[in-house]
DNA sequence: GACCGACTCGAAAACGTTATCGATACCGAT
DNA sequence: ATCGGTATCGATAACGTTTTCGAGTCGGTC
């Protein structure tokens, strides 16, 4: 436990024999320095192992080269953004904060959103945020969105196909031959399950299959409840035969409520997941899903947050292609 | 892209009509202002949403209520702690920040040091860290390992009864019969991985049973390289019947090459693992492994650092028990 | 040999907050 | 009335940086 004074600059400025304001020139390598005292200062700088403090400089120049991504929970899926944008940022000489809003709890609601918006407000020069917590586009500061929550926010976003992916799945289940198929959509904030269960009933309808309505329901955004809407499903007397899940979490769940309940994945019901988290080629059987390139999201988002700070003219809505990936939780009906 | 002016204290002060010292005083609670005072300003910094600059905080009274917890890589394990950490802050009144220090790139460690220790210097109190790389004790502010590097350092640590878990696990092998078993370890200068393996041997021979020095391999840190230690291991002609392997992920990965031989877990080999990640009851088969708690080492981590923080005398090594985790890798020899 | 420009450097103000400490107001008791 | 003592409040000096701008130096040119 021992103490050690924080060395600030003006300790480097008296060792080497120059003002605070050239050290601060030589740090940000700003022009007007001679090139023997650069050197020198760099030399010290290193020996004493000066490092800026973040909260001066945040002070006085509001920029702190310092980059948050906001994430409800560390769930596989916000992890792999979490990934991908890690791996982003290596080079841009930002660095990246992961901050959990820790959502689902009620009462605290509001106290995160204040510290929150202490941080961003103060500490960071911008922010990814993947969370369907509403977004203040009141903020000063830079934020992309990832896979956004619905409104009429015309904040920069990245995300999926969606609708697409959608089409993709049902088509796919459809071509298997199900018609009594039914969908387990995410919370309904979030635009992205909205347009899944859109594309799938674009699917169901372009196929000339109607839908039933008592086979779609959203699940509610935790695994639990995601299984509790599916045992309700798979409770009815005409079941379907197929389930496309809005996103893997509650296809697994789905498959682990399925096998309690003495069926067999695929044998007795086709399940296909949404994501394609690392999680989906684990579980058993293997999930058939949709990928989304979560890494890839993760990284463009970043990128994306790097040149808007830097005032770069370029398009703010990414929207990357989703693919079917086949394994094993499907199968043709009979 | 509205521009807002950040409101300061000041503005507060202004329109409630009160200099900015008594607002800081109420917005810290601080004795010495009215009652009538108190609850005009509170009104006031309500209406025009009034966040403190952490910048402004931190350089004036080195104190944020922000920590930090430092993981290498987002992985399942350090997501794990994470989330007990997440989870155990909520009431704390402090609020957390992940970050990574994206172990492995090579060249960017300097990089990645530097800004590390400027984050820590300046804008936390205090940090959670789970990670390999060497921990500078030379700072002023607080720290507690988890699962800590190996070295002469006397950091408050958390972590769990490594060796008494390789014991269960070899004795678990053991009483199945198996007494050609190999062990996979972890990066050396982990001290959990040194523990795993010293468990390892001093089971083996409390029972008596030798242990091939070949069959004992050091898996690199990354999956990839511990499938190549599997291979190398799965390879030999009298190769083992049974693996340990120092964690999960590599046991995961020793399932898939021994799949890819032809080799059938757990008829072929029994494998076991340690950690029990999530991810670990979902392979395919299951896997039998030593529990560690790893949300609860996370949270006693935040806990442990907090208490240090706020000063309280209390024991600075937590050790949690392990527990065996028995699902389908495994099964009695022949 | 005086002058001009280019080049280096440092003094000082500002950023938004907290902590100290003196000023003021008010009260009851002498 | 005067006084001592409490409440309550506000000026002000830090905290460690960045930035502006004026001062100083030096070499070269008429």
Same mark, same amino acid.
């Given at each position: 436990?021992?103490?050690?004074?924080?060395?600030?600059?003006?300790?480097?400025?008296?060792?080497?024999?120059v003002?605070?304001?050239?050290?601060?020139?030589?740090?940000?390598?700003?022009?007007?320095?001679?090139r023997?005292?650069?050197?020198?200062?760099?030399?010290? *700088?290193?020996?004493?192992?000066y490092?800026?403090?973040? @909260?001066? +400089?945040s002070l006085?120049?509001?920029?702190?080269?310092?980059?948050?991504?906001l994430?409800?929970?560390?769930e596989?899926?916000s992890t792999?953004?979490?990934k991908?944008?890690? +791996?982003?940022?290596?080079?841009?000489?930002?660095?990246?904060?992961?901050?959990?809003?820790?959502?689902?709890?009620?009462?605290?609601?509001g106290?995160?959103?204040?510290?929150?918006?202490?941080?961003?407000?103060?500490?960071?020069?911008?922010?990814?945020i993947?969370?369907?917590?509403?977004?203040?586009?009141?903020?000063?500061?830079?934020?992309?969105?990832?896979?956004?929550?619905t409104?009429?926010s015309?904040?920069?976003?990245?995300?999926?196909?969606?609708?697409?992916?959608?089409?993709?799945?049902?088509?796919?289940?459809?071509?298997?031959?199900?018609?009594? #198929?039914?969908?387990?959509?995410g919370?309904?904030?979030?635009?992205?399950?909205?347009?899944? %269960?859109?594309?799938?009933?674009?699917?169901m309808?372009? =196929?000339?299959?109607?839908?039933?309505?008592?086979?779609?329901?959203?699940?509610?955004?935790? #695994?639990?409840s995601?299984? @509790?809407?599916?045992? %309700?499903?798979?409770?009815? *007397?005409?079941?379907?035969?197929?389930i496309? =899940?809005?996103?893997?979490?509650?296809?697994?769940?789905?498959?682990?409520?399925?096998r309690? /309940?003495?069926?067999?994945?695929?044998?007795?019901?086709?399940?296909?997941?949404?994501?394609?988290?690392?999680?989906?080629?684990?579980?058993?059987?293997?999930?058939?899903?949709?990928? +989304?390139?979560?890494?890839? /999201?993760?990284? %463009?988002?970043?990128?994306?947050?790097?040149?808007?700070i830097?005032?770069?003219?370029?398009?703010?809505? #990414?929207?990357?292609?989703?693919?079917?990936? *086949?394994?094993?939780s499907?199968?043709?009906?009979?």
């Amino acid at each position: 436990m021992v103490f050690q004074q924080r060395v600030k600059m003006s300790d480097v400025a008296r060792t080497a024999g120059v003002s605070v304001a050239t050290v601060s020139k030589v740090v940000n390598g700003r022009y007007g320095v001679a090139r023997a005292t650069a050197e020198r200062v760099q030399q010290v *700088i290193h020996e004493l192992g000066y490092e800026a403090s973040l @909260g001066a +400089q945040s002070l006085r120049s509001h920029r702190t080269n310092v980059l948050g991504i906001l994430v409800a929970e560390f769930e596989p899926f916000s992890t792999e953004l979490l990934k991908g944008a890690s +791996q982003e940022v290596a080079g841009s000489g930002y660095q990246l904060l992961a901050y959990s809003s820790g959502d689902g709890e009620g009462a605290a609601v509001g106290w995160e959103r204040r510290s929150l918006a202490r941080l961003s407000g103060t500490l960071i020069d911008g922010a990814v945020i993947v969370t369907p917590t509403v977004v203040e586009t009141e903020n000063s500061f830079h934020v992309v969105a990832v896979d956004p929550h619905t409104g009429p926010s015309d904040l920069p976003t990245v995300d999926s196909d969606n609708f697409a992916g959608a089409v993709l799945a049902t088509n796919y289940l459809l071509s298997l031959g199900h018609t009594r #198929i039914g969908h387990i959509s995410g919370r309904s904030d979030l635009k992205s399950a909205q347009l899944r %269960e859109a594309g799938f009933r674009s699917a169901m309808a372009e =196929a000339g299959v109607p839908v039933d309505e008592r086979l779609v329901r959203v699940g509610g955004f935790r #695994i639990e409840s995601a299984a @509790g809407t599916a045992a %309700e499903l798979l409770s009815l *007397i005409d079941r379907p035969s197929a389930i496309f =899940a809005g996103n893997d979490l509650s296809a697994i769940s789905t498959m682990t409520v399925a096998r309690d /309940m003495g069926l067999c994945v695929p044998n007795d019901l086709s399940v296909i997941g949404f994501d394609n988290v690392p999680e989906s080629a684990l579980v058993n059987p293997p999930l058939t899903t949709i990928m +989304q390139p979560l890494q890839r /999201m993760g990284a %463009e988002a970043l990128r994306l947050l790097v040149d808007l700070i830097a005032g770069v003219e370029r398009d703010t809505h #990414i929207r990357l292609p989703t693919e079917l990936v *086949i394994r094993s939780s499907c199968r043709p009906l009979r």
